[in-house]
């Protein structure tokens, strides 16, 4: 496999994190709806911190496309552990939330 071919099926992946949390966004401010007013102050604090990181990793993604070769690599080691913390926010939320 090439690194172009890396990149791409790399870059496609983190796509399609980036939908699935787009889709829990959508599913808690559905359930937020439906709550009464102190879950729903919780729910919309929860999903601004959500929107934002979905942005930074948005961020990322736009970063790792446009990086050069010799600095994908690099580029790739240093957003792993923004997107780790990013996964961990998300997973934290939706625990949080599907009780």
């Known amino acids: 496999m090439s690194l172009k071919d ?22 808690m401010e559905a359930s937020a709806k439906q709550a009464d007013a102190e879950l729903k102050a919780k729910y919309r604090d929860k999903i601004e911190e959500l929107r934002y990181q979905k942005t930074l990793a948005h961020g990322r993604i736009i970063a790792l496309q446009d990086a050069a070769d010799d600095a994908w690599e690099e580029l790739l080691k240093g957003s792993e552990s923004v997107w780790k913390t990013i996964k ?8 949080k939330f599907d009780r």
């Open 6 to 27: 890396a990149k791409d099926a790399h870059i496609a992946k983190l796509k399609l994190q980036l939908d699935e949390w787009s889709a829990d966004i959508d599913a």
């Open 88 to 95: 961990q926010t998300f997973a934290d939320a939706k625990a």
